[in-house]
């Protein structure tokens, strides 16, 4: 399976975008793609989830256990943009405080 | 109202197919989004864990079958596989560091009753969701 879209912004912070259902089928390589980055050095990530029309317990644990990572490396994991799907699910599994959302993929770690 | 059935070896493309077959009954019956929200996040849930551990890896014959009904929305999954250790009734969400176990907390809380049992024709779970319409 291909790889997500990533982009780096100005500040360093790399953006993957997952498209499409975040379930079995894609977790695992989302979840090897974001430790991947980690590995490569950059340790700020935000995962845009505007295009993630579905998500379920495979992809929240393929975000917990990036978010571990990241910030053992001494960054952080953020998600943008979710749609209202992933809220629910988010807020369901009792996630929406440890992945707090913020608007933007591009204004996450401004604050 | 009408009855909607999938019948599938298990492997990768599984759960399309089942998505697939839930979308052919959403065209009929005008159920609400939130109803069809919390059907596929449970189907997803409880078919995730036939095909991960009904057969240990390996496939199993599956049988779904979605009915739309004008109170609720009913969705039956039959499979061949070994029985299933589950407890239903100690269902709990885990902790916020936890990587897996929340696809049945998950599926319990978006449906009004979820069972299961096992017979000689293999393992039985009934997912039901009032309709909110």
């Known amino acids: ?111 | 109202m009408s009855e909607y059935a999938l019948d599938a070896q298990t492997g990768p493309d599984t759960l399309e197919e089942i998505q697939r077959t839930l979308e052919q009954a959403w065209s009929e019956g005008n159920v609400a989004d939130d109803t069809k929200m919390c059907i596929e996040l449970a189907v997803s849930e409880i078919a995730t864990n036939i095909i991960e551990y009904s057969g240990d890896g390996k496939p199993v014959r599956l049988r779904m079958v979605v009915d739309v009904r004008p109170d609720s929305v009913a969705v039956n999954f039959t499979d061949d596989g070994h029985p299933a250790p589950v407890d239903l009734a100690r269902i709990t969400m885990p902790g916020e560091a936890a990587e897996s176990g929340r696809g049945l907390a998950l599926a319990h809380r978006v449906l009004d009753e979820l069972s299961y049992s096992r017979d000689p024709d293999g393992n039985h779970w009934t997912l039901i969701r009032r309709r909110s319409e």
């Open chain 1, 1 to 111: 399976m291909s790889d997500f879209s990533t982009r780096t912004t100005g500040s360093g912070v790399v953006v993957v975008q997952p498209t499409g259902r975040l379930n079995m089928v894609a977790a695992p390589a989302l979840r090897k793609q974001l430790n991947d980055i980690v590995d490569g050095g950059t340790s700020r990530i935000v995962v845009d989830l505007s295009a993630t029309e579905f998500i379920d317990s495979s992809g929240l644990g393929a975000l917990i256990a990036a978010l571990k990572i990241a910030r053992n490396a001494g960054g952080d994991l953020r998600i943008a943009a979710p749609t209202q799907q992933v809220c629910t699910v988010l807020e369901l599994s009792n996630l929406d405080r440890v992945l707090r959302s913020y608007a933007s993929a591009d204004s996450a770690f401004d604050e």
